[in-house]
């Protein structure tokens, strides 16, 4: 009987350790020709509102959290979903100083409304976080929205809500 009980546990340990996620650095690398045209500075600004409704309809905002636009490549949207599932920040060293040249971050002001400068022409993840609590449970995550901006100097406006949940392909 003990030796079904230990080889219960033996393969109890041994499953966990086959679902358990692999390092966030091991699943994917930082591709730099991939990423290359984001590297130079552009002219493009994007200029956004978020926010989340509630269940009696008002709304909550992204009032003085972190926003960033970064590349919509495989990598960052690897970091992005790291970041929805808790397992990173959503700036800070979840991107690396590295690639500080083509992670564009802001913060969002009271009414909820940011603006991001200097992008260059490409496709672009926004992504924020709207969160509020009640009743000491915490509803709400990161809204990511794609955005495509042309060699021009553009101006595109974006409204994030509860359908940017999740990131984009």
Same mark, same amino acid.
């Given at each position: 009987?003990?030796? @079904?009980?230990?080889?219960?546990?033996? @393969? /109890?340990?041994?499953?966990? /350790?086959?679902t358990?996620?692999?390092?966030?650095?091991?699943r994917l690398r930082f591709d730099?020709?991939?990423h290359r045209p984001y590297f130079t500075p552009g002219t493009n600004e994007i200029r956004g509102h978020a926010f989340l409704?509630? /269940?009696?309809? /008002?709304?909550?905002?992204c009032a003085g959290a972190p926003v960033i636009a970064t590349p919509a490549t495989a990598y960052f949207r690897q970091i992005l979903r790291l970041a929805a599932e808790g397992q990173m920040p959503l700036v800070g060293d979840a991107v690396g100083s590295e690639?500080?040249?083509?992670?564009?971050?802001?913060?969002?002001?009271?009414?909820?409304?940011?603006?991001?400068?200097g992008l260059s022409a490409g496709d672009w993840l926004v992504a924020t976080s709207v969160n509020w609590s009640s009743r000491n449970l915490t509803y709400g995550g @990161? @809204?990511?929205?794609?955005?495509r901006l042309g060699n021009n100097k553009e101006l595109v406006q974006i409204v994030m809500n509860e359908r940017d949940l999740g990131i984009p392909r």
């Amino acid at each position: 009987m003990k030796t @079904l009980i230990v080889a219960m546990a033996v @393969l /109890s340990v041994a499953a966990c /350790s086959w679902t358990r996620k692999p390092a966030p650095e091991a699943r994917l690398r930082f591709d730099a020709e991939a990423h290359r045209p984001y590297f130079t500075p552009g002219t493009n600004e994007i200029r956004g509102h978020a926010f989340l409704r509630q /269940s009696d309809q /008002s709304h909550v905002t992204c009032a003085g959290a972190p926003v960033i636009a970064t590349p919509a490549t495989a990598y960052f949207r690897q970091i992005l979903r790291l970041a929805a599932e808790g397992q990173m920040p959503l700036v800070g060293d979840a991107v690396g100083s590295e690639y500080a040249d083509i992670v564009h971050p802001t913060v969002c002001d009271r009414e909820g409304n940011f603006s991001i400068i200097g992008l260059s022409a490409g496709d672009w993840l926004v992504a924020t976080s709207v969160n509020w609590s009640s009743r000491n449970l915490t509803y709400g995550g @990161l @809204l990511v929205y794609k955005v495509r901006l042309g060699n021009n100097k553009e101006l595109v406006q974006i409204v994030m809500n509860e359908r940017d949940l999740g990131i984009p392909r």
